[in-house]
């Protein structure tokens, strides 16, 4: 199985700041013959289903706030907010679609300062 | 729109089966894969298993022995049975459509259901 790490578990920022946050695969993402990475990224809010925020490491879905940036290759990814504002208050999960078991990251709790 | 919407019991006795059902709207089942995620309470996301368009299923190997995933088109609805349940499978579940394709992302979530193995 792909097991897939982030960090750190939980960070509290102020709104207007950058955040980042790091997930990291057990064995690479990147698919050779499409040159794609098959990570995508989550965001779960206090009592809500996780919406879609990121697929293909690094682009966003449709309707999602081009505050939210998804970067990396291979192993190492990053989801990046570049000024956080307070409905940003979730937990993001990375999810590896490369191979089955399907798996996500643990989760990366962002609080507001 | 696409939609999804879990039902099933919210207690369940240790050592019993769980029966759930999704209800999908706005696509058709043999177009799109229909999976499941659960959570337990203030833990992370596990995918449980998938059931694709052309009627092929998947399985986490960690719940294979004791997970069925089935579906009947004609009603747009996706089933979720896992036996031996324990104390430990309780969760909120999810299903989630996928994008398209087999390795794909989970485009669409439904609300989750809230699962307790208790006596």
């Known amino acids: 199985d792909i097991v897939m790490t982030q960090t750190p578990s939980s960070q509290a920022v102020s709104a207007g700041e950058k955040v980042t946050m790091s997930c990291k695969s057990s064995?690479?993402?990147?698919?050779?013959?499409?040159?794609?990475?098959?990570l995508a990224w989550y965001q779960q809010k206090p009592g809500q289903s996780p919406k879609l925020l990121i697929y293909w490491a690094s682009t966003r879905e449709s309707g999602v706030p081009d505050r939210f940036i998804g970067s990396g290759s291979g192993t190492d990814f990053t989801l990046t907010i570049s000024s956080v504002q307070a409905e940003d208050l979730a937990v993001y999960y990375c999810?590896?679609?490369?191979?089955?078991?399907?798996?996500f990251g643990s989760g990366t709790k962002l609080e507001i300062k | 729109q696409v939609q999804l919407k879990e039902s099933g019991p919210g207690l369940v006795q240790p050592s019993q089966t769980l029966s759930l059902t999704c209800t999908v709207s706005?696509?058709?089942?043999?177009?799109?894969?229909v999976h499941w995620v659960r959570q337990p309470p203030g833990k992370g996301l596990e995918w449980m298993g998938g059931i694709w368009g052309d009627g092929s299923t998947a399985y986490n190997s960690a719940l294979k022995s004791r997970l069925s995933i089935s579906r009947d088109t004609s009603k747009s609805q996706v089933f979720l049975k896992m036996n031996s349940l324990q104390t430990e499978d309780t969760a909120i579940y999810f299903c989630t459509r996928n994008s398209g394709g087999y390795y794909s992302w989970f485009a669409y979530w439904g609300q989750g259901t809230l699962v307790t193995v208790s006596s």
């Open positions: 706005g696509f058709s089942l043999t177009s799109y894969d």
């Open positions: 064995q690479s993402l990147l698919y050779n013959e499409n040159k794609k990475n098959y």
């Open positions: 999810q590896q679609y490369y191979n089955f078991p399907l798996t």
